[in-house]
């Protein structure tokens, strides 16, 4: 349901400023229905045949399913990694968290030139901010920490610098040690690589929580 709420946010925000959309779920254990239900809600905003969902199923985590995880996310957030070599024939995607609610046109968002940098990302304000947390996953205190919830992936440069298998090295070795999973490791291994783009295009909800001012300032 969540994914679904996603997907209806996107078509109804983007349907009028893009000719085609091309949706790309990794589902890793989705039920039949719920995939049925997905088409359904492309089939209701497609009325020119012109959006497309795909599902990719059961692929090969390369360990990554073992990972003891320290948050509550599963290991399937580790999927992401395998976006480059998935989408083999893609050079650039917008990558979005099964819970991104989309409230405007990503035109404008779609259209940010990332240069040579591998991806683009907002900074993560609740632990992009801690240089304890930097300095456990190997990172300068002034590199960035980026939300992965939200990203542009410049998926030719990715498979040119083998960073599907970079990261997933990095996790590997550095299981049971990463409290925000493939976060941690996207920061660590693209630290030199990433393009920060503006919070209005990944605005957190805890971010409007009456206490942020005050979370904020304890993890400086």
Not at 25 to 38: C, P, R, S, V, W
Not at 97 to 102: K, M, Y
Request: proline share 3%; net charge negative.
């Amino acid at each position: 349901p969540i994914v679904g709420t996603s997907i209806e946010s996107l078509l109804s925000n983007c349907s009028e400023d893009f000719s085609e959309i091309y949706i790309h779920i990794l589902d890793y254990g989705l039920t039949a229905q719920n995939m049925e239900k997905m088409r359904q809600i492309l089939d209701a905003h497609n009325t020119n045949d012109l959006f497309t969902i795909y599902f990719y199923s059961n692929f090969d985590m390369k360990g990554l399913d073992q990972i003891e995880m320290l948050s509550d996310h599963t290991n399937v957030i580790y999927s992401r990694f395998f976006i480059p070599e998935i989408l083999s024939t893609i050079d650039r995607c917008i990558l979005l968290g099964g819970d991104t609610l989309i409230l405007k046109s990503l035109k404008e968002f779609w259209s940010i030139d990332l240069g040579d940098n591998f991806i683009g990302s907002a900074i993560d304000y609740n632990m992009g901010v801690s240089s304890v947390h930097k300095k456990l996953i190997g990172i300068h205190e002034f590199s960035p920490y980026i939300n992965t919830d939200v990203l542009i992936l410049n998926l030719d440069i990715l498979r040119k610098n083998q960073i599907s298998k970079k990261l997933t090295q990095y996790a590997l070795a550095n299981d049971g040690r990463l409290p925000f999973a493939d976060q941690d490791s996207w920061s660590a291994v693209l630290e030199d690589h990433i393009y920060i783009f503006s919070p209005i295009y990944n605005n957190l909800g805890w971010q409007h929580n009456p206490s942020y001012t005050k979370h904020i300032s304890i993890n400086v």
